[in-house]
């Protein structure tokens, strides 16, 4: 069995910085990518940056040059380095795994964390 768990999260003032962690665990052989979602009260879910195996990124245009999303590939877990923060980050951040393969089945399945909170305050 898979499980992500996130951490980091918490109340900063605007202006501030927030790291974020997601760390798979389990019998798992490889993570193709790895998301940073949000959800906002009464908000979609939305994409907020996205990390493949080999390092390439992908940023929402809102958190562009303020967030970077890294990974470390041993340890299985996923950063997100959140600087500059506005009221408007707010939201519960969840970290998405796709297409992890897990052994011996080598099973390819999609996992979601549990979300933190991330509240900024003007």
């Known amino acids: 069995q898979v499980q992500l768990v996130e951490s980091g999260g918490g109340l900063v003032q605007a202006g501030g910085s927030l790291r974020l962690s997601c760390v798979a665990s389990g019998s798992i052989r490889s993570i193709n990518i790895m998301i940073w979602y949000r959800q906002a009260p009464g908000k979609e879910r939305e994409l907020v940056a996205s990390?493949?195996?080999?390092?390439?990124?992908t940023y929402a245009d809102s958190v562009e040059g303020r967030f970077t999303i890294s990974r470390d590939n041993a340890k299985n877990t996923v950063y997100l380095q959140m600087s500059s923060l506005k009221p408007e980050d707010t939201a519960v951040y969840y970290c998405?795994?796709?297409?992890?393969?897990?052994?011996?089945?080598?099973?390819?399945?999609?996992?979601w964390g549990q979300g933190t909170q991330v509240t900024v305050s003007s």
């Open positions: 990390i493949t195996s080999s390092g390439r990124t």
């Open positions: 998405n795994a796709r297409s992890i393969v897990v052994v011996p089945s080598l099973r390819q399945d999609d996992y």
